[in-house]
């Protein structure tokens, strides 16, 4: 069974901080993964998606990196704003066709002024 | 830009009620899912659907729950009588092909008493 682990549970930084998010999981078989963002209360927004192909995928201020064989994503975030305090989710998908998400726990960032 | 949405955003029920939370995916995504938060615990994955079929689901999907695609742009799930365990916020997503990126709704936020 899959398991997805996202170190740090929270994470406090100053603006303006470059910051790495990691993600881990158990299973190397997946197809692709997606990293989200939440705020308090309200619903998903999907940040990138990688393909278990690549290696990595860029989106304005945020890089994310794929080592399928070690288990293991990254989410970079640059130059850090208060507007970017949120929880960030990682989810692998599984290969087949139903292609469940399995998320990890999240880390919960807080970007101080 | 096309979103996913979701109604009610918050549904009070009692314990043993029937309740069907209702989604529109983006009008041409064909996968459709539905995922579930229990507060304070990650997003679960409880069930995904293409071409008017159940084509994966979770062990939390038992036969109290239930989804359909009633018209050309609803989803819906049903759960037929509600349990305290049931509180949770549920997520609709969509995608365009099953292993492409997944779109989520804000949710709705179920509370059984």
């Known amino acids: 069974k899959q398991e997805v682990t996202q170190i740090p549970a929270a994470l406090s930084v100053p603006e303006g901080e470059n910051l790495v998010l990691n993600c881990s999981f158990t299973d ?33 201020r945020l890089n994310a990196s794929l080592d399928k064989s070690s288990g293991r994503s990254t989410l970079y975030i640059a130059a850090s704003q208060p507007g970017d305090s949120a929880t960030y989710l990682c989810a692998v998908g599984r290969s087949n066709a139903g292609n469940m998400l399995t998320f990890g726990g999240g880390t919960r960032l807080m970007v101080k002024p | ?27 041409n995504h064909l996968y459709f899912y539905w995922y579930r938060q229990i507060l304070g615990q990650k997003v679960e994955f409880l069930v995904s659907f293409y071409n008017n079929e159940i084509s994966e689901k979770s062990e939390i999907f038992d036969d109290q729950f239930s989804v359909e695609r009633p018209d050309g742009s609803n989803f819906t799930l049903k759960i037929r009588s509600t349990k305290l365990e049931d509180s949770a916020m549920y997520f609709c997503a969509s995608s365009e092909q099953g292993l492409n990126e997944q779109f989520f709704g804000p949710g709705t936020r179920l509370t059984v008493l």
């Open chain 2, 1 to 27: 830009e096309p979103e996913v949405t979701q109604t009610p955003s918050h549904q009070v029920t009692q314990m043993g009620q029937e309740v069907i939370l209702r989604c529109v995916p983006i009008s």
């Open chain 1, 28 to 60: 190397s078989a997946i197809y692709n993964l997606q990293w989200f963002r939440q705020d308090p209360g309200k619903g998903l927004t999907s940040l990138l998606l990688i393909q278990s192909s690549q290696r990595e995928q860029t989106s304005g």
